[in-house]
């Protein structure tokens, strides 16, 4: 049974549910919140943030904002951004809360998790620091047992740095076309609370033919390590697993096994269960089960962790995706939320439910879209567990364009990312690179991953079968047949030896010959190279294509039916072409 606990501290309030095992507090809500130029505290906080958010929530204003979010008076062609050519002074972001302890809770162990921070996340408890990590799309999790005060307010102080200073090592690209990296915590934080062994990490892996979904499961020891011979190095553990439906709560499998979790680390543990009668996930019925994973030391139970997912097969036969055993069009665009981010009129809409669904869900399934593609850099987690209710798929993509990070540091990471995401069922694609080619990423660790979730397909960027051996299981040809036109200083004279037919594109596009002659799914997910701003003025990258054919003082009307017709045509070119398993246009 559930129960609902409400704690108040410093005027603000805490919430914490409870399954028998597990306790979480929530740590979302305002928090005091300061800037330094020095990797100092500030010594007065004079601003408040949500959390999650980014620092552009802060009110008062950051001194900076405007720097961020200036709009230009006009647009100016241009390529790309280094954004180590800076126009505003990097920062330190300092968050500070109080939260009151219970000392119930003396005798259990005690972790702060941030699911989402970018860029280096240093945290403190009452003044002692408990951990630090690079990583900003993946969960960090921080023992801060030996730091808390029961029975009494502890003060979480939680320190962001700035993107220019994100480690070499870190798995994090950049993106070309951005010109500014906002911090700052963007996904949920929370407290939890357990016995000395915890579910760290937990996969269910549907298998809807065989009727079965596989566990795999990182069980976490918080018994001290062996410190004198003879001392123990292992404790027996019992961990039940138990599959119910999401909406009835029946349950329609379950297991128990037993085994030793070595202290003071993490012990695999990996079993199957029988289904009875599976029903399947689509986005016409998107059919959700909750997996539960209960922790027993000793036979007493000490945690309880559940998560959602579904029953659905995701492969390829041929040049075709397929769902459940039949083929399978993806039909959708592509979501750039880190983009958004750089938008003044973003705010707080990242984090806001009910306009998350209708970008998500309702607006796509309105013209029979199915399908997403996370595009450079993922979003938080809410969004997922919305496409997993309504019913979308995803191509769910890593912010890696322009190389950047240490093969080890990019495996953790990576692997943190197929733990923490891999239960969503809309999740069915893992995008690992963006345009570009990383030989380890294709070659060593795409392999290795494909052995801890076979149920998806792998996408590396620009990296074909000639370059991955045997692991290619797709390509995402990018068709920007107007490219030429951001190049091109004589376009008239272009043109007369290069004539765009929008009625047969192929014709003079010799990368059409790879999407014929290819034997992988081929997921067109990026082109048309006719964006316009939100107000109807040309981008940066599109300038010349709407000088050339609607002069320099198109209106914004006039801008909108262009792109319009143009997209039309593109995307009637490639849904000609009935061996192209997806068309995601690039971007709405």
């Known amino acids: 049974m559930k129960r609902i606990i409400l704690i108040m501290c410093c005027f603000l309030s805490v919430f914490a549910w409870a399954d028998d095992g597990r306790t979480t507090i929530s740590l979302n809500g305002e928090w005091d919140f300061d800037q330094t130029e020095l990797a100092f505290p500030p010594r007065k906080y004079t601003r408040k943030i949500p959390v999650p958010g980014l620092v552009h929530l802060a009110r008062p204003k950051i001194s900076q904002y405007e720097k961020f979010f200036k709009k230009p008076d006009g647009v100016e062609l241009v390529e790309q951004f280094n954004f180590l050519e800076r126009d505003y002074t990097p920062m330190y972001n300092w968050y500070k ?6 000392e119930k809770f003396k005798d259990e162990q005690l972790f702060l998790t941030i699911k989402k921070s970018q860029y280096v996340t240093r945290v403190f408890v009452n003044g002692h620091e408990v951990g630090a990590s690079m990583e900003c799309y993946t969960p960090m999790d921080f023992n801060i047992t030996s730091a808390v005060k029961y029975g009494s307010d502890n ?19 950049t993106d070309k076309e951005k010109v500014h990296y906002l911090p700052g915590i963007w996904d949920d934080v929370f407290i939890t609370a357990t016995g000395k062994m915890r579910v760290d990490k937990v996969l269910f892996l549907p298998s809807l033919a065989k009727g079965l979904v596989t566990v795999k499961t990182l069980v976490r020891s918080l018994y001290p390590p062996q410190m004198l011979y003879g001392d123990k190095m292992k404790d027996s553990c019992k961990i039940e697993f138990c599959v119910k439906e999401k909406t009835t709560g029946r349950i329609v499998g379950k297991k128990m096994i037993e085994g030793e979790a070595k202290r003071d680390n993490r012990t695999y543990f990996e079993t199957s269960i029988s289904l009875d009668n599976p029903k399947a996930w689509t986005p016409d019925s998107p059919f959700l089960y909750e997996g539960e994973v209960s922790v027993y030391d000793q036979d007493e139970l000490v945690d309880r962790y559940s998560v959602n997912f ?13 769902l459940n055993g039949d083929k399978f069009y993806l039909r959708g665009s592509n979501i ?8 003044p009129d973003c705010q707080a809409l990242a984090w806001d439910r009910e306009w998350v669904k209708k970008l998500m869900v309702d607006l796509p399934k309105s013209i029979d879209w199915n399908a997403m593609r996370i595009c450079v850099g993922i979003v938080p987690d809410f969004w997922y567990d919305l496409c997993d209710e309504y019913g979308i798929v995803l191509q769910n993509e890593w912010l890696y364009w322009q190389n950047h990070g240490w093969d080890e540091q990019v495996r953790k990471e ?37 052995e801890l979730d076979p149920t998806r397909i792998w996408d590396a960027g620009y990296m074909t079968s000639d370059q991955m051996g045997t692991n290619d299981e797709m390509d995402e040809p990018h068709p920007y047949r107007a490219l030429t036109l951001m190049h091109s200083s004589e376009l008239n004279d272009y043109f007369k030896n290069n004539p765009y037919n929008l009625g047969a594109l192929h014709e003079n596009w010799v990368g059409f010959s790879s999407i014929l002659d290819a034997g992988v799914p081929q997921l067109v997910n990026e082109y048309g190279w006719i964006w316009l701003w939100r107000d109807g003025r040309p981008s940066k ?48």
Not at 418 to 431: E, F, L, M, Q
Not at 552 to 579: D, F, I
Request: charged share 25%.
């Open 97 to 102: 809360r109080k939260v009151f302890i219970d």
């Open 155 to 173: 003060e979480i102080l939680i320190q962001v740095g700035d993107r220019a200073w994100l480690p070499s090592e870190a798995a994090g690209g």
């Open 310 to 322: 579904g029953m659905r097969d995701f492969s390829r036969k041929g040049k075709f995706f397929t």
């Open 336 to 343: 750039t939320l880190q983009r958004f981010f750089e938008d």
């Open 414 to 450: 990576y692997t943190n990312w197929v733990w923490s995401d891999g239960n969503h069922p809309s999740i069915v694609i893992w995008d690992a690179i963006n345009e570009n080619w990383d030989s380890y990423i294709g070659n060593t660790l795409i392999p290795e991953l494909k």
């Open 541 to 588: 990258l599109t300038l010349n294509n709407y000088n050339y054919y609607l002069g320099e003082n198109a209106t914004p009307e006039q801008c909108r039916e262009l792109q319009a017709y143009w997209l039309e045509l593109e995307t009637e070119w490639l849904r000609s072409e009935r061996s192209v398993g997806g068309i995601l246009a690039f971007v709405i």
